[in-house]
């Protein structure tokens, strides 16, 4: 079983900068894929961005050009880099194991972190 523990979030004013990380731990030699979502208040869970265990990264439209997903298999640790925050960024963040199946992203059972709090103030 892996745990996933995500750092890093706050509270930044708009154009700011954060970066969060989500450190692995347990059996993380099951870990392949992986994922940061965000959920704001009265929305659903949303992607925001995927890699690959090699490293292929893919975004969401909203965050492209702002936010780098990054990860050191290594450390076996999970980044985001956010730049150029805006309010509607606000969201608690989620990293998630992922299985990318076809172009299609499949969340892994039980390979949830807790979440980190991110909020831009305007």
């Known amino acids: 079983q892996v745990q996933l523990v995500e750092s890093g979030g706050g509270l930044v004013q708009t154009g700011g900068s954060l970066r969060l990380s989500c450190a692995a731990s347990?059996?993380?030699?099951?870990?392949?894929?992986m994922a940061w979502y965000r959920q704001a208040p009265g929305n659903k869970r949303g992607l925001v961005a995927v890699?690959?265990?090699?490293?292929?990264?893919n975004y969401v439209d909203s965050v492209k050009g702002r936010f780098t997903i990054s990860r050191d298999n290594a450390k076996n640790t999970l980044y985001l880099q956010m730049n150029s925050l805006k309010p509607e960024d606000t969201a608690v963040y989620y990293c998630?194991?992922?299985?990318?199946?076809?172009?299609?992203?499949?969340?892994?059972?039980?390979?949830w972190g807790q979440g980190t709090q991110v909020t831009v103030s305007s």
């Open positions: 347990g059996d993380t030699t099951c870990i392949s894929d």
């Open positions: 998630a194991m992922i299985n990318l199946v076809a172009g299609t992203v499949i969340p892994v059972r039980n390979g």
């Open positions: 890699i690959s265990r090699s490293g292929s990264s």
